[in-house]
């Protein structure tokens, strides 16, 4: 039966990062803790959230609430929204009164950087804004509810712990679209919003076409509720290894073995033997994230996802999707395509095995110091970081494989598909949903391009799919169908998503709960009623327009 109370609810409580972790020394009891500080030890920060003004209902997901075994009314039920728009004075039973924070240490590429720490130490960089608030048992799965918007903590950097309603509704929107396609990911619970708080950010104008945001815009201010297996992060391990490594309290390195047990514990555990020793474990525990973050980013490139700022903060340590900020879906496909303007081209499409293998190397290092006294565990351990590039290219060469409908990789065919659909400005989904039709004709597949094409262009298309054509399996429909459940049949485009959110702003969410619909079976074939909406290219007018065409991370 599924839960139909907030008292149920509450009973799944069961708080394995609270019991098993040490909450930092110098916090206070109450979670009353919301100024920037400097944190030098513990895991965790007990931390309050700060209700939102009047919450409003935006959204729940409807996929994930059924996951969970709860009934879509909690959605509405009185204390079931107060807790998931910040009041956790509604706390019961078993609860604890407050929720808790994190810190983590942040690697670009495998530099590491403090510059972003207020104190220009490491020790105050984290959860600026995202609070967990419950950890419990569903449907015999751990899961970890967590606030995005929540308020400051001591990791807030001096900024104001909001998140605003536009950004919020990314957010839950993108990730059931993402579980949806089949990418692992984090997940939304519900969006909950307040018009009677607000919170100014920088902003693109109507119809801008600038770079960086232009104007101030007044936002209301919106709390999603995010929900993993864990939100434990490359960066946490590297936080830990960092002061282990220059012994920056007596108990620096076991707080290390302590997260690191954990992450088994919370991610690993089906997969990894507890009986092993120690030492084993934590090599079993490399070679699991490697496979998980390789497969992780193939799929990225299969359904033209990009993070836009792939640090190893940013980087789950459980191997899925996890932080929405800066993120877009390729339309005209370019492999340098990157919708944040501030992430530059090492973070772009493309380039994000890349990025994963420098956040793996952090990894790798991090958890290294674990099996200083154990050479030949150290051995393998090396040995799995030094075959990460061999396998994520095997990795990739499989995924395009898939998405051709080719029974072995071929490399040629591959790498000439991109540079023809580059020359050509071919739209990435509708031309592989096209193509998983399997054409016989250069004609099928026009509609995916951007420009027309020259007549020397069409003649390498010709010979191309002539070529693709002969290496495919007999049985056309069987393959056809294969590629179409790799090859979607609709994307995330901003210019969809940006009424959703403006709309939202003035109290009407239809168009968020379409989205909802449409982005619930990415794979199947449109309706006639909502293809000229979504299966189209991207208008000209949208090219090059702030906030849709290219953003800033002004959440």
Request: hydrophobic share 40%; charged share 20%; proline share 6%.
């Amino acid at each position: 039966m599924p839960t139909t109370t907030f008292a149920e609810f509450t009973q799944r409580v069961d708080y394995s990062l609270l019991d098993s972790l040490q909450a930092d020394p110098q916090a206070s009891v109450d979670g009353q803790d919301h100024r920037p500080r400097q944190v030098f030890s513990g895991h965790y920060v007990p931390v309050k959230p700060t209700p939102l003004p009047e919450p409003e209902y935006v959204a729940h997901s409807q996929a994930l609430f059924d996951e969970l075994g709860l009934s879509e009314s909690l959605a509405h039920d009185e204390a079931f929204r107060r807790l998931f728009s910040g009041d956790i004075s509604v706390a019961t039973g078993a609860m604890r009164p407050y929720g808790w924070a994190t810190g983590y240490a942040l690697s670009i590429y495998g530099s590491e950087y403090i510059q972003q720490c207020p104190f220009g130490t490491g020790n105050g960089y984290g959860d600026g804004r995202a609070i967990s608030v419950f950890e419990g048992l569903f449907n015999g799965k751990r899961w970890e509810l967590q606030l995005k918007g929540g308020g400051p903590t001591p990791y807030c950097r001096g900024a104001d712990g909001r998140a605003v309603l536009r950004s919020s509704v990314r957010e839950f929107l993108a990730q059931e679209f993402m579980h949806a396609l089949g990418v692992p990911t984090s997940r939304s619970l519900t969006l909950y919003a307040s018009r009677a708080e607000t919170v100014r950010r920088p902003w693109y104008a109507p119809n801008s076409t600038s770079f960086d945001p232009d104007i101030l815009v007044d936002n209301p201010v919106a709390i999603t509720t995010r929900v993993a297996p864990s939100f434990l992060r490359v960066g946490q391990l590297e936080l830990f290894a960092r002061r282990a490594r220059r012994d920056a309290h007596p108990d620096a390195l076991n707080e290390l073995r302590m997260i690191v047990a954990h992450l088994i514990e919370r991610n690993y555990r089906p997969e990894i033997d507890p009986s092993l020793e120690f030492r084993d474990q934590v090599v079993e525990l490399a070679g699991l994230f490697r496979t998980r973050l390789i497969a992780l980013v193939a799929n990225w490139i299969r359904v033209g996802y990009c993070q836009g700022n792939f640090n190893s903060d940013n980087c789950a340590a459980g191997g899925y999707t996890l932080d929405y900020g800066p993120f877009g879906f390729c339309e005209l496909f370019d492999p340098r395509f990157q919708p944040w303007t501030g992430g530059g081209e090492h973070f772009c499409f493309f380039n994000q095995p890349v990025a994963a293998e420098a956040n793996f190397q952090m990894f790798w290092a991090a958890i290294r110091l674990l099996l200083a006294d154990h050479a030949e565990a150290l051995e393998r351990l090396d040995a799995i970081r030094d075959g990460f590039a061999a396998a994520m290219h095997q990795e990739l060469e499989v995924m395009w494989a898939r998405k051709l409908g080719l029974s072995s990789p071929d490399a040629a065919l591959v790498n000439e598909l991109l540079e023809l659909m580059v020359a050509s400005k071919a739209d990435y989904t509708i031309f592989f949903r096209r193509l998983s039709e399997i054409p016989e004709q250069l004609s099928a597949l026009q509609a995916s391009f951007y420009l027309p094409s020259s007549e020397e262009l069409k003649a390498q298309w010709e010979s191309w799919l002539q070529r693709w054509r002969h290496q495919l399996n007999a049985n056309l429909s069987e393959t056809s169908a294969a590629m179409k459940r790799v090859n979607p049949a609709i994307t995330w485009r901003e210019w969809l998503v940006a009424p959703a959110y403006q709309q939202a702003e003035l109290g009407n969410t239809t168009l968020i709960q379409e989205l909802q619909a449409v982005f619930s079976h990415p794979y199947d074939a449109l309706s006639a009623e909502l293809a000229p909406t979504y299966d189209r290219l991207k208008p000209r007018e949208f090219f090059n327009a702030g906030g849709v065409s290219h953003y800033s991370c002004s959440s």
